[in-house]
C-alpha cells in the first residue's frame, strides 16, 4: 500500500465515521430525518471510496477532486474567519418598571384597583391588555393542548414556587467570614452546581438591569425596587431535549415549571448560604420574585448570548435553559460576557421566527432598545399565542440550531460555529438539510 492509497483511506474512513457517529446520534436523539440523510451520507462516500480505491482508473480523478474538496472544506470550517460582533450595548439610561412586563399586565383584572389605576398610567395598552385576558388563561380549560391532570400538576409546581417566593431573604448572620473574592466565587459556584446548575457565572450587576418598581409578586404593587447590590451569580439550568421538543404540547411546559422550580431552590438555598457567611444575598425567583432582568444579567455574566429568538443562548444547550440569579454584596470575580458567533449565525438563520406561530419574532434587523442593539420580541403577540395553546409554548427554544444536545458531533459544528463566518453559512444550510426547515 503506497502513502497516497493510505491517506484516502484515513479521509474516507474518518468521513464515514464522522456520518456514522452522527446517524447514531441522531437516531438516539429520535430525528429520523436526521438519521436517514446521514446513512445515506455514509453510504454514498463508502462506494465512493472503495471504488476509488478498487477502480482507481476509473473513479481515481473523482477521489482525488473530493479528497481535495472534504481538505478545504475542513480547513474553511474550522479556520478564523470572518467576524461574529458581540453584542453592542451603549449607555442604558434608564431602568424597566417590572409592571409594564406582560406577565404583570395579564394579571391586571378589568374592575381591579390595579386596572383602574396602571390603565390611567399606561391608556395605550389597555385594548391590547383587555384582548389579551379575554382569552383562556394559561393552562385552564379553552387551550389547544388543554391537559387536566398535567395543568393540575404543573399548577401545583408553580404554586409552589410562589410558597416561596416570601424566602427569597432573611437576615443576614452577624460574624461576617473574611473571604478572598476568588476563593468566594469559587465556593459559591461549586455550590451552585452542586445544587443542580448546569452553567454559572458572575457579573458584576448593572443598576440598570435591576427592575424601577414591583410589577409582580408579594411585594407592594408600584413599590420603587432598592436592590444596590454589587454583584450577581447567574446560573443556567438544561431543560430535558425530549420534552422540549414536544413544544408547543404540554410535557415542554411541564419541563419549564420542573426546572423554573428547581431554579427557585438552587437560588433560595445558595442565598441563604450567603448570607450565613455574613454578606446581604437575594434569590429572584419566578412567579415571581424577579427584582432583575435575567438574561442580560445572565449575558454580563458569561453564559451566552441574546440571539434573535429574544433570550439567551448558551454555548452549551442553546436555547434550551431555564436561568436563575442571586445578588449580593460578596465579593466576587466577575466572568466576561462571552461571543460564540450567535449574532452572525441568528443574521443568517431566521429559523425561530419562521416557525414562530404568532409573528413574535422578527425576520428583519436589530433595534436599539434601551441602548442595547437587539432583535426585540413582540411578547404581546408571544403570549397571546401562550393563551390560544394553553402552554408556554417553546417552538423556537425547539428549533433553535444550537438547542441540540452537546454531542460530539454537535459540539464539532460549535466549534466551527464560534470560528468561522464560512462554518455558521454552511451549517445553517445542514441544519435545514438535516432537520428540515
Ligand atoms: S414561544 Fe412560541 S409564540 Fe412565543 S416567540 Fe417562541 S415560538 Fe413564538
Ligand atoms: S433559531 Fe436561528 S435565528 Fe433563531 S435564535 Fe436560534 S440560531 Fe438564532
Known sequence: MNMLTLIFILIGGAICLLFGFFAVGSVKERKSRASAVCVAACLFFALLWLGGLLLFSVFGYILVAVTILAAVFGALFFSPLGTSEPLRIGAIESRVDERDIMFAREEYQPGSEKHEQYYAMRPEYRDIDDRIRSLPEFLA????????????????????????????????????????????????????????????????????????????????????????????????IEMDYFAVNTAPQMPTTEESAIQYLNAASISVALARFIRTLGYPARAHISDSNYQ???????????????????????????????????????????NRPITFGVQDFCKKCLKCAVNCPSGAIPEGNKTLVRGVEKWLLDVVKCIHYWRVA????????????????????????????????????????????????
Not at 400 to 424: D, K, M, W, Y
Request: hydrophobic residues 35%.
Open 141 to 236: 380549560p379553552g387551550g389547544r393542548f388543554y391537559d387536566e391532570e398535567k395543568s393540575r400538576y404543573i399548577g401545583a409546581v408553580f404554586k409552589t414556587i410562589r410558597d416561596m417566593t416570601t424566602r427569597v431573604d432573611g437576615t443576614v448572620h452577624g460574624n461576617r467570614a473574611e473571604l478572598d473574592a476568588s476563593d468566594a466565587t469559587g465556593i459559591v459556584k461549586n455550590l451552585a452546581m452542586k445544587l443542580g446548575a448546569s452553567e454559572v457565572g458572575t457579573a458584576l450587576l448593572n443598576p440598570m438591569h435591576v427592575y424601577s418598581h414591583v410589577g409582580r409578586g408579594p411585594e407592594p404593587w408600584g413599590a420603587p425596587i432598592e436592590n444596590t447590590h454589587k454583584y450577581a451569580i447567574a446560573f443556567t
Open 292 to 334: 432583575i432582568m435575567l438574561p442580560p444579567v445572565a449575558h454580563d455574566a458569561g453564559l451566552g448570548e441574546l440571539g434573535r429568538i429574544g433570550y439567551l443562548i448558551s454555548p452549551k444547550y442553546g436555547a434550551r435553559i431555564r436561568l436563575g440569579a442571586v445578588t449580593t454584596d460578596l465579593p466576587l470575580v466577575p
Open 390 to 437: 394553553g402552554t408556554d409554548c417553546g417552538i423556537c427554544m425547539k428549533v433553535c440550531p444550537f438547542s441540540h444536545p452537546p454531542t460530539f458531533v454537535h459540539n464539532l459544528v460549535r466549534t466551527g460555529i464560534q470560528r468561522s463566518s464560512f462554518a455558521r453559512t454552511v451549517s445553517v444550510w445542514g441544519d435545514d438539510l438535516f432537520y428540515g426547515k
